[in-house]
T-cell receptor
Framework: QQPVQSPQAVILREGEDAVINCSSS?????VHWYRQKHGEAPVFLMI?????EQKGHDKISASFNEKKQQSSLYLTASQLSYSGTYFC????????????FGKGTLLTVNP | GAGVSQTPSNKVTEKGKYVELRCDPI?????LYWYRQSLGQGPEFLIY????????DSGLPNDRFFAVRPEGSVSTLKIQRTERGDSAVYLC????????????FGPGTRLTVT
């Protein structure tokens, strides 16, 4: 079942912060975050694994609440380059590759 | 270095025709994935290759869809008897090993079935 992302869209001014949430109805082994700019390929941001391990880019932070089956992506001091659609992909089977993606959160950062 | 490439970038075909979509993964990447992305949706998993074999094809929607990776590098997604509902962007991704979580996506092939 597809994870639910919130908000669906958010508009920021440069320098502001945002939180994007991802919630699943299934128990999760891992949560993967990707960003996709219009007309481009998705780009990996971070993976959060059951047990607390995280791998990703230094400027991105996220949390994973295994009990609540939720993850949040934290974007601080946003830059214009942060604009794009953010997708969470969840893995409920332990494969770490067979991801079910949410519908995405459109982030727009204005000057 | 070169990223994942996909050809063609756009494909328009008539309902009922056969199409092939090609993916060139990053050199040396053993894992390869195909996804389908419809407008306003996230990518939808189709199939995963580890080397030459399809390790998981559970996401293929029906038997009109088939994918191969004969030499463990380039992969081709084949769609028979295309339907209008097949219209979407087909994305390919690769990763260095089965346990490498970071998937590198290609730019996609936009398939339009008229």
């Amino acid at each position: 079942q597809q994870p639910v992302q919130s908000p669906q869209a958010v508009i920021l001014r440069e320098g502001e912060d945002a939180v994007i949430n991802c919630s699943s109805s299934k128990a999760l082994y891992s949560v993967h975050w990707y960003r996709q700019k219009h007309g481009e390929a998705p780009v990996f941001l971070m993976i959060l694994l059951k047990g607390g391990e995280q791998k990703g880019h230094d400027k991105i932070s996220a949390s994973f609440n295994e009990k609540k089956q939720q993850s949040s992506l934290y974007l601080t001091a946003s830059q214009l380059s942060y604009s794009g659609t953010y997708f969470c992909g969840t893995d409920s089977g332990g494969s770490n590759y067979k991801l079910t993606f949410g519908k995405g959160t459109l982030l727009t950062v204005n000057p | 270095g070169a990223g994942v490439s996909q050809t063609p970038s756009n494909k328009v075909t008539e309902k009922g025709k056969y199409v092939e979509l090609r993916c060139d993964p990053i050199s040396g990447h053993t894992a390869l994935y195909w996804y389908r992305q419809s407008l306003g949706q996230g990518p939808e998993f189709l199939i995963y290759f580890q080397g030459t074999g399809a390790a998981d094809d559970s996401g293929l929607p029906n038997d009109r869809f088939f994918a191969v990776r004969p030499e463990g590098s380039v992969s081709t997604l084949k769609i028979q008897r295309t339907e209008r509902g097949d219209s979407a962007v087909y994305l390919c991704a690769s990763s260095s090993t089965r346990d490498s979580y970071e998937q590198y996506f290609g730019p996609g092939t936009r398939l339009t079935v008229t």
